[in-house]
């Protein structure tokens, strides 16, 4: 096999710029410190939120994405802390960019820390999606994301938009859904740090879309899919 050097995605990016770039490609600094922070955080949800998870075996090998219901900051945090070995490695939480990546402060804990990819709510381009789409299949990466596109102040699951059908339909990419029992009573929209309650997670059955078709009907469907899937895992 032809051996071919592959110049960084991010490669000529400004730091600024790389922060926010869905090309960021992770460096050894940003290994190491994703590392410490994988490790705090699942010491952190095992001794303050008691977390429980069931259905672990379910999860495939990168690449996948990881879906849930969306009810506190709590939920991308508790999905990450699901995740081991290589996919833990490989994952990315896909978080609005108006919420983590506004300051440069902001940006580099959500970068560096969290490696997450901003998404723009209101003004994402088709062209974003695409390079998110190709990242997940060529990159095999593992993405963390919440279809309802932003969380339910009440607690009560929203429907799912079909952003999940444009990044996985026509492709062999599991979509893995999840049920997050308890993270809007740990951490609701109007409370300003965590409550120490109990979190359990529940993931099921991978969900594959290859024969999906790239159209506006194809996404929906597939979005109706992946709800459906989440739903049926509630208590």
């Known amino acids: 096999m032809e051996f071919k050097l592959r110049p960084a995605r991010d490669h000529g990016l400004e730091t600024a710029d790389r922060l926010r770039s869905l090309s960021r490609e992770r460096g050894l600094g940003s290994i190491v410190l994703g590392s410490l922070w994988r490790a705090m955080l699942r010491g952190y949800l095992a001794v303050y939120h008691r977390l429980e998870v069931t259905g672990r075996e379910n999860l495939p090998e990168a690449p996948f994405v990881l879906i849930a219901n969306h009810t506190s900051h709590l939920d991308a945090l508790t999905l990450s802390g699901v995740l081991r070995g290589e996919p833990a490695r490989r994952a990315h939480a896909l978080a609005a960019g108006d919420t983590f990546f506004g300051s440069t402060l902001s940006s580099v804990f959500a970068a560096y820390a969290v490696n997450a990819l901003p998404v723009w ?19 095999r990466l593992v993405y963390i994301l919440f279809p309802e ?86 208590p």
């Open 121 to 139: 709510r209101k003004r994402t381009k088709a062209g974003e999606l695409a390079t998110l789409r190709q990242r997940l299949v060529e990159d």
């Open 149 to 234: 596109g932003t969380r339910a102040r009440d607690g009560a699951m929203a429907p799912f938009q079909p952003g999940i059908g444009v990044l996985v339909a026509g492709t062999d990419v599991p979509v893995v859904p999840c049920f997050l029992d308890g993270c809007h009573a740990a951490w609701p929209p109007d409370r300003s740090v965590p409550a120490p309650r109990k979190l359990r997670v529940r993931i099921g059955a991978p969900l594959t879309f290859a024969d999906a078709p790239a159209t506006r009907a194809g996404w929906e469907d597939t979005a109706r899919q992946c709800e459906a899937a989440v739903r049926a895992l509630a």
